[in-house]
């Protein structure tokens, strides 16, 4: 890839209006995201109030509680799976077409799920299901955020990737917001017997219309002029395994950047509620803690981007990782006070200084490392397997850790070695900000090398 000059055009303001392609992509990746993030807060709440006592009622309350968050864990091993799939899928068939399948398998396993009978309706049957169903919706997942990214960076000006793509990352915190809002408004207001008993059904099929928009709004995309144009170019494709070949470095180097960034996302969003509880924080000041961190990411996450756009990725990035990594011990201690002011500002603080630089420069910066025909599974299958690695597994390691010394000494080592792990990669990846984007892989004559 070809590494061009920071000059006026790059530094154009950001108030320059996008073209309609642009817009229309930057709305479909945004809703697609907010509608994944829906689906998947959703799932997470009924698994931690509801699952227990509809699908595992004569387990016992920790076993019923235990077995519920294994179906959750299934989506996560389905991630990559999914993302091996549909990001091959993408580089062939197109981005658009591949993301219209990738959202209809997100909202008809979560539409489902809601129309699942329990345990008294159909027995063995109904856990069954709903690990089936949830592997349908990680299928589903492992394919959308990747190829979300793909389609804005494709899409939009050169000098403006980064604000762009990081709004999909905005998404996620929309739909979080509104799936645990509608969640605890409607406990509320029908009480716990009502909504255990079918209550808990009505945000799951609310999905279908977060479904329909999705689908309407990504029935009018083009395919990008990008993806177009390299797959017309003369010249043998490369296989898959000549792509990995070419490409591992960047793939590592992703693996890398994400492991701190998705470990520190959920050591905030799980682990840091579960402690803050054990200290004395009521359950309500930690989670509208989290809804402060989501409004927080929200604004932020955008205005790295935009200044990602002007910096560099990686300089956005590592801003966020060093803050985070030093902020990680006062932020426990905010928590140990069980003030609610203080507690709000950890979980703020955290997201928007901490989480939200390294948010907003993902997707462009992974997008961008890779070569037109391979970008959408190059970003999948990288980004995924650093799910699985690092977020899924870090609120149990950091349980096990703290549960050992009875302090957090060695959670602080655990992510202080994950954060070195992410500024070492995010040191040796290529800097990318205002670089045209590859056609081919480096074998291909006709790609472009890094100057």
């Known amino acids: 890839m070809t590494r061009t000059p ?46 227990p006592r509809v699908f595992f009622p004569d387990a016992g309350p ?55 009978p329990g345990v008294e309706q159909l027995g063995i049957l109904a856990p069954l299901a709903l690990v089936v169903l949830r592997l349908v919706q990680g299928l589903g997942i492992g394919g959308e955020w990747s190829g979300s990214a793909v389609l804005v960076v494709e899409t939009a000006p050169t000098h403006r990737r980064g604000f762009f793509s990081s709004l999909i990352n905005s998404g996620e915190y929309i739909g979080t917001l509104i799936a645990s809002g509608l969640f605890a408004a409607l406990s509320l207001a029908m ?79 799980a682990f840091a509620v579960t402690y803050a509880e054990g200290v004395g ?10 809804s402060v961190a989501s409004l927080v990411a929200i604004v932020m996450i955008p205005v790295f981007g ?12 590592m801003i966020g990782a060093v803050f985070l990594l030093l902020f990680f011990w006062p932020f426990f201690l905010l928590l140990d006070t069980a003030n609610a002011a203080w507690v709000w500002l950890a979980f703020g603080a955290a997201y928007g200084l901490g989480m939200s630089p390294m948010l907003s420069v993902e997707p462009a910066w992974f997008a961008e490392l890779f070569p037109t025909r391979f970008r959408y599974a190059g970003t999948a299958i990288s980004a995924n397997i650093a799910t699985v ?20 000494v060695l959670v602080m080592g655990y992510l202080a070695v994950l954060a070195a792990i992410s500024l070492v990669a995010a040191a040796r990846t290529p800097e990318t900000v205002g670089t045209e984007l590859r056609e081919r892989g480096p074998a291909s004559p006709h790609s472009r090398r890094q100057s």
Do not use: K
Request: charged share 15%; aromatic share 10%.
């Open 6 to 51: 920071l000059d006026e055009h790059t530094l154009r303001p950001l108030a320059a209006a996008p073209d309609p392609s642009s817009r229309r992509a930057l709305a479909a990746s945004i809703s697609g995201q907010a509608l994944e993030w829906y689906d998947f807060a959703l799932y997470g709440l009924a698994a931690a109030i509801v699952f």
């Open 62 to 116: 920790l076993m019923g509680v235990l077995a519920s968050f294994a179906t959750f864990a299934v989506g996560f091993i389905a991630r990559p799976v999914g993302g091996f799939v549909f990001g091959l899928l993408g580089d062939r068939i197109g981005r658009t077409r591949t993301l219209m399948i990738t959202i209809m398998l997100m909202g008809v396993g979560t539409v489902l799920i809601g129309l699942l």
């Open 191 to 269: 009480g716990d017997e009502a909504f255990t008993a079918w209550g808990w059904r009505i945000p799951f099929l609310l999905s279908a219309v977060g479904v329909l928009i999705c689908w309407l709004i990504r029935r009018r995309l083009e395919e990008p002029r990008a993806f177009t144009d390299a797959i017309e170019l003369p010249g043998e494709r490369l296989t898959l395994r000549q792509s990995l070949r070419s490409e591992w470095r960047h793939i590592l180097g992703v693996i890398g950047i994400r492991m701190f960034e998705n470990a520190g996302a959920y050591v905030i969003l």
């Open 281 to 290: 924080v009521p359950t309500s000041t930690t989670t509208l803690g989290v």
């Open 306 to 317: 935009a200044l990602s756009d002007r910096i560099g990725r990686r300089q956005v990035y």
């Open 389 to 408: 690695l690092a977020g899924g597994l870090a609120p149990f390691i950091a349980v096990g850790l703290l549960a050992i010394t009875g302090n957090l």
